[in-house]
């Protein structure tokens, strides 16, 4: 979560912080285009795929390749979402089990390069909503998704009881003055993620974290190099 200004800018300094060595980090605990790519070529299993090509009716509402995001500017050039192969392979079963309840996920950011990170860190200082840059996030390594669940026959999203990214203390997963509609709603969500091997996190309802993500490096790929 972070404040590029503009998309060109936005590319530029990407493009610098792939290439330069890490402000917050060793830069020989973050995984580059090179280093994954040999990477993945020994463990073809773990390589970061695109969601949308393997769930094709999933719902994507990409909030970083907008200005429609806590910082108000575009962090992604393209709007697209990727994980590694076990975590979108979950999430295909997800899909699955809500479909019979007539219900459907809609994606808000998944795979996250570090740079963007770091850069989020700069915008907003409080870890409980972003991640601290000297460990890196769940989602540099491909293992988080932020999501909610959408109708079906309407496409509408379900009421829960925050947007995407808010810092309000009701985006808390346990927060529980709220309508019960609301807090059913995220019920549902939570228990189709666990089933299938995700966990909420305390400060976020939309946020999910793959088990075995501490298997994974952290990854500083844009979208753009990932094959």
């Not at 200005?67 to 699955?96: C, D, I, S, W």
């Not at 293992?143 to 509408?156: E, R």
């Amino acid at each position: 979560m972070k404040r590029f200004v503009l998309l060109a800018l936005s590319v530029a300094i990407s493009t610098v912080a792939f290439a330069q060595k890490y402000k917050y980090i060793d830069s020989s605990k973050v995984m580059g285009p090179d280093s994954y790519l040999k990477d993945i070529k020994a463990h073809p299993e773990t390589r970061l795929v695109e969601i949308k090509k393997y769930i094709p009716e999933i719902a994507l509402d990409i909030r970083y390749a907008t200005t429609n995001n806590f910082t108000h500017q575009q962090m992604y050039g393209e709007a697209r979402a990727f994980a590694r192969l076990p975590v979108v392979l979950a999430l295909k079963q997800v899909e699955a089990d809500l479909k019979k309840q007539g219900l459907g996920l809609k994606i808000f950011d998944a795979y996250r390069p570090y740079a963007v990170t770091a850069h989020f860190y700069e915008v907003a200082h409080d870890t409980n909503f972003v991640a601290d840059p000297r460990k890196g996030s769940k989602h540099n390594r491909g293992c988080a998704v932020d999501l909610t669940a959408i109708n079906l026959k309407t496409g509408k999203e379900l009421d829960m009881p925050t947007g995407f990214d808010s810092f309000s203390k009701k985006a808390a997963a346990a927060y529980m003055d709220l309508p019960k509609a609301e807090i059913a709603n995220r019920a549902i969500l939570k228990t189709a993620m666990e089933a299938h091997g995700f966990r909420e996190i305390a400060t976020e309802w939309w946020h999910f974290d793959f088990n075995g993500w501490s298997e994974f490096p952290l990854l500083d790929i844009p979208f753009s190099e990932i094959k």
